[in-house]
């Protein structure tokens, strides 16, 4: 008698969830969900499909969150898998109350990994599940199943995965950043007609697992210099008159925050190290001058996005923390009391140092005639 894989299940023969998305509407779970046919998506991989991919998104409503899940199996039609699930979206909605006790069936049910993107939005999940990938290709390579290529060529918000985001969010004294998924509908066009595309847009300050509110791109440009998973981030300096004078691109920020106590509060010291190069130039500058500019852009820019978090009641750098592990017994006694333990003065010293690969002197708009090298490296090329 010959043995054979008799309960094996061909890929037809399965639903597919690949993105799970979270709302609340009149006190009930609205679950949805994004569904795909694999079958396309591997056609995808030996080259571009002739049509755009079919996109099936579901919405289920329930008193809790796993009664509304239980409803999609109603209309299922055959076995639905939930191990490919690579995207969770959670509404602002869901953000504004205790989001943990709402994600519990989501690390209950053994078939959910724990490795999915994780974003929290205020847009319609429906729509956001059926924004086209480009050139026909799936939804899976949107940045909403894998941001983490575009994150490298530009490192604005970190992308966080399930597991990181649950773990810091039970973390004391610790605020977690969620990306905020959004609709871009004015950068892309398709034979004259608007083609919209996913964008990241901002974040969710999530603290004691509640949202303290939406913060959008233009109010943490310092933020990216605290995370030393930036890869490449461009900032534009100014000259003397205040006129924009080169782009320079960063990376690979080392950062260190330090603590000190002053009259029983906690004052924090941020030293950024910062590695970069020169991509535009567009008046005459030595690379010191560069160095110390962009330096200067740094600093303001780690400054204003601390006061936009205060401004708030946020503490966007999670300096908080930094008192929690180093002095748990002060933290405490903040804690319990009325006293607040950021504010404004808490940043006291913010100490930044650029240096440039290469400035590209050869290459700098010399109006005055070339500029002195300021490197042996530089004269010497």
Request: aromatic content about 8%; hydrophobic content about 35%.
């Amino acid at each position: 008698m010959l043995t054979g894989c008799w309960d094996i299940k061909e890929i037809q023969d399965m639903n597919y969830i690949t993105a799970i998305g979270i709302d609340q509407e009149d006190g009930d779970f609205v679950v949805y969900t994004q569904m795909m046919d694999f079958t396309a998506v591997a056609k995808t991989e030996t080259g571009k499909a002739e049509k755009p991919p079919q996109v099936w998104t579901s919405k289920t409503r329930g008193k809790t969150f796993d009664m509304a899940v239980n409803a999609i199996y109603d209309s299922a039609q055959v076995r639905t898998s939930w191990s490919h699930i690579s995207c969770i979206l959670i509404s602002d909605t869901v953000l504004k109350s205790k989001v943990l006790t709402k994600l519990d069936t989501i690390g209950r049910y053994q078939e959910i990994r724990m490795t999915p993107w994780v974003y929290g939005t205020n847009e319609s999940i429906e729509q956001l599940f059926n924004v086209p990938a480009f050139f026909n290709l799936s939804p899976l390579n949107t940045i909403a199943h894998e941001p983490s290529e575009e994150y490298k060529q530009r490192s604005y918000i970190v992308p966080i995965r399930y597991f990181d985001f649950m773990a810091l969010i039970t973390e004391p004294a610790s605020t977690v950043l969620l990306p905020n998924l959004s609709i871009d509908k004015g950068t892309w066009s398709l034979n004259q007609k608007e083609n919209p595309k996913l964008v990241i847009n901002g974040v969710y300050a999530i603290s004691e697992v509640v949202s303290k509110g939406f913060f959008p791109n233009d109010k943490l440009t310092g933020l990216r210099w605290m995370e030393p998973d930036t890869k490449r981030s461009h900032v534009m300096i100014t000259n003397k008159s205040g006129k924009y004078a080169a782009n320079v691109v960063l990376s690979n920020p080392k950062v260190r925050k330090e603590l000190s106590i002053v009259n029983g509060m906690p004052r924090f010291h941020i030293n950024v190290k910062l590695g970069g190069n020169v991509v535009e130039a567009l008046d005459d500058m030595n690379k010191t001058e560069m160095e110390n500019q962009a330096a200067a852009e740094v600093r303001e820019e780690i400054i204003s996005t601390y006061k936009n978090g205060i401004a708030s009641k946020t503490d966007l750098y999670s300096l908080e923390h930094v008192l929690f592990k180093k002095d748990t017994r002060l933290w405490k006694k903040i804690h319990r009391s009325s006293v607040q333990p950021m504010d404004a003065g808490s940043l006291e010293t913010v100490h930044v140092e650029v240096h440039l690969d290469h400035a590209g002197m050869k290459l700098l708009p010399h109006q005055d005639g070339p500029a002195a090298p300021t490197t042996k490296k530089e004269a010497g090329s």
